[in-house]
């Protein structure tokens, strides 16, 4: 697990090789990844937007941009947390992400808070 913290909001990731959805034969990878928001702040928060830089081991970088995440902006108060599961693919082995959420404070204030740097891996491909 790793995490990174932004003016009081904690990002945590966890991440899963799913080998039953993944067809190694056709370089297709699927990969789940838990984020656990925690808001460390005196202030509300709310999660607006997403960034996310996705890179494979094949030198490949995409981009994804969007509103929320899995369908939501969640809203979190000084000490709540946020947590949810999404996944990404790639056509190799391993991989990285990374990336921001925008997020706005009650006030009107909007910052970015970093989303660290996470590996994508098929389990045995890093020793």
Same mark, same amino acid.
Not at 70 to 90: A, D, F, K, N, R
Not at 91 to 107: A, F, L, N, R
């Given at each position: 697990? =790793?995490?990174a913290?932004?003016?009081g909001?904690? =990002? ?7 080998e /039953?959805h993944s067809?190694?034969?056709e370089? !297709?990878?699927?990969f789940a990844?838990?984020?656990?928001l !925690?808001n460390?702040? /005196?202030?509300t928060?709310q999660? *607006?937007s997403? !960034?996310? *830089?996705i890179s ?5 970088t995409s981009?994804v941009k969007? /509103?929320? =995440?899995v369908?939501?902006?969640? *809203?979190? =108060?000084?000490?709540g947390?946020h947590e949810?599961?999404?996944g990404s !693919?790639l056509?190799?082995?391993m991989?990285?992400m990374h ?7 009650k006030?009107g204030e909007m910052?970015?808070? /970093? *989303? ?8 045995g491909?890093?020793?």
């Amino acid at each position: 697990m =790793v995490e990174a913290t932004t003016r009081g909001v904690t =990002v945590f990731v966890e991440s899963f090789y799913i080998e /039953e959805h993944s067809e190694p034969d056709e370089e !297709h990878y699927v990969f789940a990844y838990r984020i656990r928001l !925690h808001n460390r702040s /005196e202030q509300t928060v709310q999660l *607006i937007s997403r !960034h996310w *830089i996705i890179s494979d081991s094949n030198g490949e970088t995409s981009e994804v941009k969007g /509103e929320g =995440v899995v369908g939501e902006q969640p *809203i979190l =108060v000084p000490g709540g947390e946020h947590e949810y599961m999404s996944g990404s !693919h790639l056509k190799s082995p391993m991989g990285t992400m990374h990336g921001t959420y925008q997020m706005q404070i009650k006030e009107g204030e909007m910052f970015d808070a /970093e *989303i660290p740097c996470f590996t994508l891996a098929v389990p045995g491909v890093i020793n």
